[in-house]
Each structure stands twice: as structure tokens, then as C-alpha cells.
């Protein structure tokens, strides 16, 4: 355990630096305003003495009037330090929670994608919102509370001994005992908020993936499976928050029991010591009030703790997202290419998701510039995987890939992503306007040259049919086809007008008399540039100037349309099966 938190802290050090000074002051703060705290018993104490003198004789009433007023004085400086403490310490939490969030933001764009292959949406968005805010919030409660407990629970049984030895045994003694038992039982928290947070991003993906999911979960008729893969997983997340809130809550009952327990006794002991004339009665007054002041920071200190159990739970799924392998670091690298020809190689080129399974292999093929490439195949063939390496997504194991003759290992990931416009099945569009969506990133895009791209792709009458043309955001309330939505990316990437184009399935949601449209605006608008598309309809590459043909992760066919049927082989094949039926209506 202590080697946990241990590293725990030691991860934590880049995040809390220039956290030193204002905390030092915050305990500094809460140390001062529990002294004040802990020296008030005693004036009251003078102030009892002087009044139990005063029944039986005369009342000073001058000096009890100033006591007053000093501890009038003490009590007000006491808070407002409290109130300044706290202010510091909530600042540097939420300046320290800031500080994760930001990293969290920067770690997302420098994880490799592998890293979202194996771990679920959910499960990310988990730590970046539930366990950030978990550690926050914990910390928030917990922090200031801890500092101000430690430091009034030091200073009450310092003057319980200065006071009286023996009362201060009775109340350290009595509550000892329970305050063993809650720590036994705080040992196990950690394992139920550990859990808890687990479980808490497991339902969140779950959810994310069933949302996004749902249409084919109801044409499948799963929603019962489905509901019952969501009650157990209910269930899981509500045992651990049971267990976890049970030990919370548990808390503050034992530590009050126990401080009452401790009250009683002083009672007992004190009546016994003043019956005997050991003691006065200001004695036994004062006393009252530093089992409460010394019992209070224990019952905090047990919340304290819990939260903190809660907050280490959260903030070690956090830091492990935080420790996740990095992309290799380029800032040594300078730019490669000033003007792109657009001359692609690919030479033995090895490459697995893992490595004990290569599914690459032995990839040699090039393109020349201008050249429109097709790479066709079964699924699973590496078609996808070929262009996620191309782009540099991915490290290949062995091999070369160059553009211009440049070895993209020595370009920046950024200056290859500079090279490319990409459009992939999957469409992506973001909450805003049309417009910002198709200039997306992109400096000095002319009005002229939006309309061009719009139109080219054939979506400019459908955007002038909206409420705001080019102007309407893109939220909830605006209905977009999968095939409009797929206009709007072609658009975006054709006003890129970067030298290199990648269409991964680009045209599959679009209907075949727009997949025509498209197709006709991409050959005239790709010249000169070389371009490599994915597709199923083998249609739509009839006119590439080299089609690759995979399987299994090899090239087994390259050349043209005409040349590929010649040969009668495997592309033969798969483009007849395409056409059979067409074929047959035509016989």
C-alpha cells in the first residue's frame, strides 16, 4: 500500500509543481487558526474559575468582560484565516484539476491509434470526465479538511496534557480503540472505490456502444439481451458504489459514537478528580470543550480519508491513461518535401497489430505521380491497413514507404498528414456551421473556392436549401443523410487540394447515379495528383491507372482494368461476380 502511494505521489509531481508555496501557506494558515482554536479553552477555563469565584463572592465583572472580548477577537481572526486557508487550498485543487485535463487533452493526440483499438470509447471518456471530476471533487472535500483535522487534533492533545494528564489519557485512551477499528476498515475501502470507478466506465461504454448501436439492436430484436448485458452491469456498479457508500457513510456514526464514548468518560474521571479537589471546575469545562474540538477532527479525518481512497482510485485510472506509450517524438525532425510530385513507394514493407501476427507481407508496389491507384480485395485483405500506413498512423515493422523518395520515417507525422486529403466511410462532422465544417482547419479558403468544391460534388442546391445555407450549425435539429453527410467530407477533402487523395470507401453511402456525379468531379479534379481509393464496387476503378489487387496481406494482381481481365485470374473473377447478373440480362 505504501509503495502505491508512494508512486502514486511520484507520478503526481509534474502536475503539482508551483504548488508548494500557496500550500505551505494554507497549512501555515490552518496551523494558526487551530492554535486560536485550542488556546480558547483555557480562557474560557479563567472565565469559569472567575465566575464560579464570583457565586461565592464578588463577581469581577471587568476582567470577565475582557476575556470576552479577547475571545470575541481570537474567534473572528480564526475564522477569517479558516475562510483564507480554504480559499487557497480549493484554488489549487482546481487549478491541479485543471492541470489533468489539459494533459489528458494533449496525451489524446499523442497516444498511438493502437491505443484506441484496445480500449473502448467509453472507457476513455470514463477518465477523462468521471474520474477527473471524481478526483477533483475528493480532493476538494478532502484536502482542506485533512490539513485542518492533523493540525487541531495535534494542538487539542497537546493542551489536554498541558492541562490535566490524566483527563487527557481518558479521552486518547477511549478513543484509540474505535479509531484502530475504522482504520481496519478503511484498508478495504480503497478496493470498493477502485471498483467503482471500474465499473462506472465499463456501463459508460456500454452505453456509448448501445446508443450509437441502436438501430441494429432493434432490427435484431436484442433489446431484451441488451438490457440484460445493461442490468448486470447495473448490478456490478451498484454493489460497488453500495459497498463504497456503505463504508462512507459507515464513518461518521463510529467516529461520532467514539467521540461520545470519549465525552462520557471525561465526564466520569473529571467528577471523580473535582469531588476529590484535584481539579477546579473551570478545569472540567475546559476539558468539555477539548473532547469535542478533539473528537470533531477525528470524525472529519475518517471523511477525509474515504474521500481520499475515493480520489486515489480515480486518479490512478487517470494516471495510467496519463503513462500510456507515446507516439515516437519528432522535434528533431525537419520538413522533407517543398513541392510534392506525388511519387509513392512502397518497398517490402512488413507489418502486424501485434507482434506475433504480421499481416502485411512483403508489400512492394509504387505510384507515379497523377496516377489514380485502386487497391481492391476480399475483406481482412489489408486494403485499410495499407493506407493507415501511408499516412503514417501506424509504424511499419520493416520496410520502406516514401513519398518523392523521401522515407516518411524522416518526416514529421504532420508534414505527411499535409500531404494528404482523406475521406473515409465513416463520416465525421462536428457541431457548427457548413461552412466551418468543409474549411475545416484550413487558411485562406475563398467563398469561391467553397462554392467550387460544393458543386463539383453536386451538394450545393442541398445546401441552399437549408434555413442558412452555407450558414446553418449543424446540431440536432438538422437531419443529414449518410450520403449528404458523405458530400460534405468529399467537399471538405477536395478543398484541402492537397497533392495526395485517399477515398477508403468514399462512395459506398451515396446512390450509383451520385456515385456517377462524384466520380466524374474526382477525375477531372484529381489530375495531377495521385490518389488511392478503396472500393468495393469495382465500378467506380475501371479507370485507375494501376489496380492493386490483395489478398491476405500480398499483392497477388497489379495493372489496369483491361489488363487484370486479360489474365483471367482472381480480380477477373471478383469483377464478373460483380456483374454476373447484369451480364446475364444482357445475354
Given amino acids: 500500500m505504501a509503495t502505491k502511494k508512494s508512486n502514486l505521489l511520484t507520478q503526481l509531481t509534474p502536475h503539482i509543481k508551483g504548488f508548494k508555496f500557496p500550500f505551505v501557506i494554507a497549512v501555515l494558515g490552518a496551523v494558526i487558526a487551530n492554535i486560536i482554536t485550542v488556546y480558547g479553552p483555557q480562557q474560557i477555563s479563567k ?35 479558516n ?35 484496445s480500449h473502448s470509447q467509453g472507457d476513455t471518456l470514463s477518465r477523462v470526465t468521471n474520474d477527473v471530476d471524481t478526483a477533483s471533487q475528493s480532493l476538494t472535500q478532502s484536502v482542506g479538511t485533512l490539513i485542518t483535522s492533523v493540525t487541531l487534533l495535534v494542538g487539542a492533545v497537546a493542551m489536554m496534557f498541558v492541562t490535566n494528564h490524566l483527563l487527557a489519557l ?32 465499463a456501463i459508460n461504454g456500454y452505453v456509448e456502444e448501445s446508443y450509437t448501436g ?22 456490478n456498479l451498484y454493489q460497488s458504489m453500495w459497498k463504497s457508500q456503505f463504508i462512507s457513510g459507515i464513518m461518521m456514526p463510529m467516529m461520532m459514537f467514539i467521540g461520545n464514548f470519549s465525552y462520557v468518560m471525561v465526564c466520569v474521571i473529571g467528577s471523580v478528580l473535582l469531588i476529590n479537589g484535584h481539579i477546579s471546575m473551570g478545569v472540567i469545562v475546559a476539558f468539555m470543550m477539548y473532547v469535542r474540538i478533539f473528537s470533531q477532527p477525528l470524525q472529519q479525518l475518517s471523511q477525509a480519508l474515504t474521500q481520499l481512497q475515493a480520489a486515489s482510485a480515480a486518479m490512478e485510472r487517470v494516471l495510467e491513461f496519463l503513462n500510456e506509450e507515446e507516439l515516437e517524438d519528432e522535434s528533431s525532425k525537419i520538413r522533407q518535401l517543398k513541392e510534392v510530385k506525388g511519387r509513392v513507394t512502397f518497398e517490402k514493407v512488413f507489418f502486424g497489430y501485434n507482434s506475433d501476427k504480421t499481416i502485411i507481407h512483403d508489400f512492394s508496389a509504387q505510384a507515379k505521380p497523377g496516377q489514380k491507384v485502386a487497391i481492391v480485395g476480399p475483406t481482412g485483405a489489408g486494403k485499410t491497413t495499407i493506407v493507415n500506413l501511408l499516412m503514417k498512423f501506424y509504424e511499419i515493422d520493416s520496410g520502406r514507404i516514401a513519398i518523392d523518395g523521401v522515407d516518411i520515417k524522416d518526416m514529421t507525422r504532420s508534414e505527411v498528414h499535409d500531404q494528404f486529403s482523406m475521406v473515409l466511410q465513416d463520416t465525421w462532422l462536428f457541431e457548427g456551421t457548413i461552412r466551418d465544417n468543409l474549411v ?20 450545393h442546391h442541398f445546401i441552399m436549401t437549408l434555413p442558412e445555407g452555407y450558414d446553418t450549425v449543424l446540431d440536432d435539429t438538422v437531419t443529414l443523410s449518410v450520403g449528404q453527410r458523405q458530400l460534405l467530407t468529399i467537399a471538405r477533402a477536395l478543398l484541402k487540394d492537397a497533392p495526395l487523395l485517399i477515398l477508403d470507401e468514399a462512395t459506398s453511402s451515396v446512390d450509383t447515379r451520385t456515385e456517377e456525379l462524384i466520380q466524374q468531379a474526382m477525375d477531372k479534379l484529381m489530375e495531377g495528383r495521385t490518389s488511392f481509393v478503396i472500393a468495393h464496387r469495382l465500378s467506380t476503378i475501371r479507370n485507375a491507372d494501376l489496380i492493386l489487387v490483395m489478398k491476405d496481406g500480398n499483392i497477388i494482381e497489379q495493372g489496369n482494368h483491361d489488363e487484370l481481365m486479360t489474365q483471367s485470374g482472381f480480380y477477373a473473377n471478383l469483377y464478373n461476380s460483380q456483374f454476373e447478373k447484369g451480364n446475364e440480362e444482357v445475354a
Avoid at 480503540?177 to 477502485?194: P, Q, S
Avoid at 485562406?444 to 451538394?459: F, M
Fill in 214 to 235: 441502436h438501430n441494429v439492436i432493434t432490427s435484431y430484436n436484442a433489446i431484451e439481451e441488451n438490457l440484460a448485458r445493461f442490468a448486470t452491469l447495473n448490478s
Fill in 440 to 459: 475545416y482547419n484550413q487558411k485562406n479558403i475563398s467563398e469561391e473556392q467553397v462554392l467550387s468544391a460544393t458543386k463539383a460534388v453536386g451538394v
Fill in 170 to 201: 481518558t479521552a486518547i485512551v477511549s478513543t484509540a480503540v474505535g479509531f484502530v477499528g475504522v482504520t481496519l476498515i478503511m484498508g478495504r475501502a480503497r478496493g470498493f472505490f477502485k471498483a467503482q470507478q471500474a465499473n462506472l466506465a
Fill in 83 to 117: 475562510y483564507l486557508q480554504a480559499f487557497i487550498l480549493n484554488t489549487i485543487v482546481q487549478r491541479f484539476s485543471r492541470r489533468l485535463r489539459s494533459a489528458i487533452a494533449h496525451k489524446i493526440n499523442r497516444v498511438p491509434l493502437s491505443y484506441f483499438d
Fill in 47 to 81: 472565565i469559569t474559575n472567575l465566575i464560579t469565584e464570583g457565586i461565592m463572592g464578588v463577581m469581577d465583572i471587568e476582567m470577565i468582560g475582557r476575556l470576552s472580548l479577547f475571545m470575541a477577537i481570537l474567534y473572528i481572526t480564526s475564522a477569517v484565516i
